[in-house]
């Protein structure tokens, strides 16, 4: 489900049909590139859910954290910290 406004998706919502402990997911791997001084892509080939960003040892703030990626999906996540080397290697 999306919320459109002029035409631009502002927000969605992913719905499952069965409690988060019944889905049978596969094991994924995701990747993470540094696109730029303070963003981040993380992309995945199948579903993953509650992908979470985490830069231990600082004090950071995400635009977006906690979220599903589709099947060959990508999220584009601003980091506001001064330690972005420390997350993608």
């Given at each position: ?9 502002v ?44 830069l231990s ?13 589709l ?19």
């Amino acid at each position: 489900m999306k919320l459109l406004v002029n035409d631009v998706a502002v927000s969605s919502n992913k719905y499952y049909f069965e409690k988060p402990k019944f889905l049978n997911l596969p094991k994924v791997k995701n990747s993470i590139k540094q696109i730029s001084e303070n963003e981040i892509e993380r992309t995945t080939g199948k579903l993953a859910r509650s992908i979470w960003c985490l830069l231990s040892g600082t004090i950071n703030a995400f635009s977006d954290n906690c979220f599903d990626l589709l099947s060959a999906g990508k999220r584009i996540v601003q980091v506001k910290s001064n330690d972005l080397k420390k997350l993608v290697r």
